[in-house]
């Protein structure tokens, strides 16, 4: 009880979207989370005392449990005070956004992790680059030609120029740029299944795929509560009524009994 106690709804949240993500600016309107523990509670009514860690532990181990119960209470009180304003601030414009561009940093941190784990050690292929397509061939071709043409370097430029001149060319022209753009292709393909069939590839793309798993998964639906579950099994159940037929039967056997012999 006297040390850094995380009570149960007292220690850091790991609640969806909670925290900073790392280079993406927190909204004005996003809830500041609480202290992380109840001598953080405690450091911070204390501030003025101008405690270092190591003063400030002692202080703290000083107050005894009873001396501590009072900041566990009031972390708890803070952490429920965050939690509403936080399912408040996602509702917001600002909160959705913040919450969809902490996912997708979270995903990408997650697959550069992927990334060196598996792809950064000895033996391991380099992933061929993926070749230019026959208009990007060309325009590599005959980009500094244009460029000096024109007298101009600026991208925009130059690329107008370069796209009118694929565009006039005729199709056996054109036909030689698809036919390499075609072989490099060709050689992409092949050269990538050999990548993908290297052990620590393989690995790699699993835990890309269980990354992605993860980050679309669906939140289930609540289940029945059994309150529901338990009224519909006290209902009971309807008889079945005897066929027709059965009954037609019984009722003359009764009135032949009751005949005089």
């Keep these: 009880g006297n040390g850094k106690g995380k009570g149960k709804g007292e220690g850091k949240g790991k609640g969806k979207g909670r925290g900073a993500a790392k280079g993406i600016e927190e909204p004005e309107n996003m809830p500041k989370r609480p202290p992380i523990s109840p001598m953080a509670v405690f450091m911070k009514a204390n501030k003025d005392k101008g405690w270092n860690l190591k003063a400030g532990s002692e202080q703290w181990v000083q ?84 460029s000096k043409e024109l007298g101009s370097g600026k991208v925009g430029e130059v690329a107008k120029k370069l796209t009118e001149m694929w565009a006039a060319l005729d199709d056996a022209e054109k036909k030689t740029y698809e036919d390499k753009a075609k072989e490099k292709r060709e050689e992409y ?52 009524s005897a066929p027709k037929a059965k009954v037609a039967k019984e009722k003359a056997k009764a009135k032949a009994k009751a005949a005089p012999a």
Excluded: W
Excluded at 69 to 78: A, S
Excluded at 86 to 108: N, S
Excluded at 218 to 223: C, M, V, W
């Design 63 to 146: 107050l005894g449990a009873e001396g501590q119960k009072k900041y566990h209470e009031e972390l708890k009180e803070l952490n429920q005070q965050y939690e509403v304003a936080f399912k408040e601030f996602q509702k917001t414009p600002e909160g959705k956004k913040y919450l969809r561009l902490k996912a997708q940093a979270d995903k990408k941190d997650k697959e550069q992790k992927a990334r060196d784990k598996f792809l950064k050690g000895e033996g391991v292929p380099e992933e061929p680059k993926r070749p230019q397509s026959a208009l990007f061939m060309f325009m590599g071709e005959k980009r500094e030609c244009v």
């Design 189 to 240: 393909d092949k050269a990538m299944v050999e990548y993908k069939n290297n052990d620590a590839v393989k690995k790699f793309d699993k835990a890309v795929q269980a990354i992605n798993k993860k980050a679309g998964k669906k939140p289930k639906p609540k289940s029945k509560s059994k309150s529901k579950v338990k009224s519909k099994e006290a209902k009971p159940a309807k008889a079945k």
